[in-house]
């Protein structure tokens, strides 16, 4: 009997299942000075759904390809679920042969079979999951996904659970058809871009569509902005809805989760820049960090108590938190247009 675990790490961003499973695989293979430079140019700008007709979607924006990030550190294939089965009998063949050859799998599988989800008999659920690793004796996959209380967990999958998961499943279930197999790329590093760093910051607090470097690669949503203005101004109109209108349906808290780890990942973004000696002065981001905790809190005790004050409160935080933000990351953009442009030779 055979056990393969490739390593993994907790990731440290966990709204979805595109980055637990890009950040577990990054942050087990290389080291901060390795994956941060890469992490810096994606992780600045947010996009958010502003058709008040549709769910309020936040998320950071990155050009991603067919639902998931170009990392350059990463080699990663996509396989169509016809090829899958037509080379191989079921999805454990192809799963054991993959982790075998040192690959990762990014597959989408319907939780409705899957025995510790509360979808478990219930309905139809496709998402998204990380696999990572087998063992033959116990029959299980290693997995990392969203299994409980929408929190992202390490958790096995027996084979005949996954089997079924996906079976049960066809190529338009989230919009995504097959498996991605991923793996370290050898040879290649990523380079801190502080130019591009600096034009990320200035489109985020600027609302410049950051999209439109892309496209020569696909057309632009017309329900999606980016930038923080277009952010903070539908989280305040959903407030607004939800408190006058008892409309608590507007309010997304995943993308309220999203808006929190975006504030951690400018501090950490900072933070690296100010080791790599990129910048000198202090920014307390830690407090933008705290102060959108407070915020996504109030949006929790509202939809599991009605609390309308805690909405008066949490829009009330959010216009005194975006004149913060955008004066800190001002600044930051400043101190970095001080820095000697890098001359090519």
Known sequence: MKTTVLPVQYPFITPYQHHTTLLSIL??????????????????????VHNPELAAWVDFYSFLYRGFHMCPLLDIQHIHQATINNFCSTITEF???????????????????ISMCPEFHKFKSPHPILIYGY???????????FYFDEKFSFSPIPFVEMDQAFRETSPEDFYFDGAKLIRPRQG?????DIALIK??????INGYDTRA????????NPDESVGMEYVYRRFSSDLVAARDHSDSGRLHLTSFHVFLEHKKALYMIVQFLKEQGFLQKNYDLFQLEKKAQVI??????????????????????????YNSEKNCLSTIIEELEELKPITLQ
């Not at 063992?135 to 996904?145: L, P, V, Y």
């Not at 034009?199 to 985020?204: A, E, M, V």
């Not at 609390?307 to 938190?321: D, F, V, Y």
């Open 27 to 48: 942050t087990a293979l290389y080291e901060p000075e390795v994956y941060m430079p890469w992490f810096c140019s994606n992780y600045i700008q947010l996009r958010v």
């Open 95 to 113: 799963l054991i042969k993959s982790i075998n050859e040192y690959n990762y799998i990014y597959l989408v599988i319907n939780c409705e079979f």
């Open 188 to 192: 290649t590093d990523y380079a801190t």
């Open 199 to 204: 034009s990320l910051l200035q489109d985020y």
């Open 213 to 220: 470097r892309y496209r020569m690669d696909r057309n632009l």
């Open 296 to 321: 996504r809190n109030l949006i929790l005790k509202y939809i599991m108590s009605g609390n309308l004050a805690a909405l008066s409160k949490a829009e009330e935080q959010l216009h005194i938190m």
């Open 135 to 145: 063992d033959e004796e116990q029959k299980i996959f290693h997995t990392g996904g």
